[in-house]
């Protein structure tokens, strides 16, 4: 049950002319109470936030993670949301917000390999998010359309070159075995192959990994299979069988019932809620 406990200003970007590929229509700043809870139980707006004080937890699908101060957290649209203040923390909880519609920003992410993280800490980005606020408050609509654009587009990048520059303290092992995933979601997950590349056991890799990144061999295959799938559902005309096929799974009532345990909806549901809102 959502306890929107919260104040702060909002700003609503009306369109002009052509929706733009991205477009952040709301844009805003929550001081949020103790109890203060929001949760989108299929999301259809992507939120990128900004932690300015205090820390709270974010949910996406069923993982979970604490952003604190200077961390920035995403939530991508086709995803169960959850945003709650931490109530054990003295500090009020506050955060930048952008919600941003449509799809082009799922494949920006995709690109720039941001899907996967849902928190990335210690951003070093409140001079980007401060500037949206700034300029919601003193801009035109029209102005504000090139302007959004250009931030959000410089916030992705910065955050990809976060990522960039905390991966490098991976070990060389794990970094390979992250490799290897990113290059084979459209292929069957086959422990064995990737344990005879690396040259490390099974269990040997997966203790590495989850150490380093903080997730499963496992879920982490899993999620980027997922999220290419929403791609696929959304962007193109192949049936679900498809797309579980392209995605490694010959039996597509496993990948239905896969999709719809990651998701909580079946795919067919999927691609009616969010091509209708095309």
């Known amino acids: 049950m959502n306890k929107l406990g919260k104040h702060g200003p909002i700003y609503h970007l009306p369109q002009v002319g052509d929706p733009p590929p991205l477009s952040v229509q709301f844009l805003g700043v929550n001081y949020c109470e103790s109890d203060y809870c929001n949760i989108r139980e299929l999301a259809q707006v992507t939120v990128i936030g900004l932690v300015r004080s205090g820390q709270g937890t974010v949910k996406v699908g069923k993982r979970t993670s604490t952003a604190r101060r200077g961390d920035v957290f995403i939530l991508p649209a086709g995803c169960y949301h959850e945003v709650a203040s931490d109530s054990q923390n003295e500090e009020q ?12 920003i799922l494949t920006m992410l995709e690109a720039y390999q941001l899907l996967p993280h849902i928190v990335v800490q210690n951003s070093g980005l409140e001079p980007l998010f401060h500037e949206a606020i700034d300029n919601a408050k003193h801009k035109s609509a029209q102005e504000l359309q090139t302007e959004l654009q250009v931030n959000l587009m410089r916030i992705i990048v910065c955050l990809s070159e976060v990522l960039r520059k905390q991966g490098d303290t991976l070990t060389s092992t794990v970094q390979s075995i992250k490799q290897f995933l990113d290059n084979s979601v459209f292929s069957p997950y086959d422990t064995s192959e990737l344990s005879s590349q690396i040259g490390v056991s099974a269990r040997h890799m997966n203790r590495l990994f989850k150490k380093e990144v903080g997730t499963t061999l496992y879920n982490y ?16 005309q192949l049936t679900i069988s498809e797309i579980g096929y392209k995605l490694g799974y010959v039996d597509p009532h496993y990948f239905s019932n896969l999709f719809h345990s990651k998701t909580n909806v ?13």
């Open 93 to 104: 909880w506050s955060y930048i917000w952008l919600n941003i519609s449509g799809n082009w």
């Open 266 to 278: 079946r795919p067919s549901d999927f691609r009616k809620r969010f091509r209708a809102i095309q």
């Open 221 to 236: 295959v899993i999620a980027k299979k997922i999220e290419s799938a929403k791609r696929m559902l959304v962007d193109t």
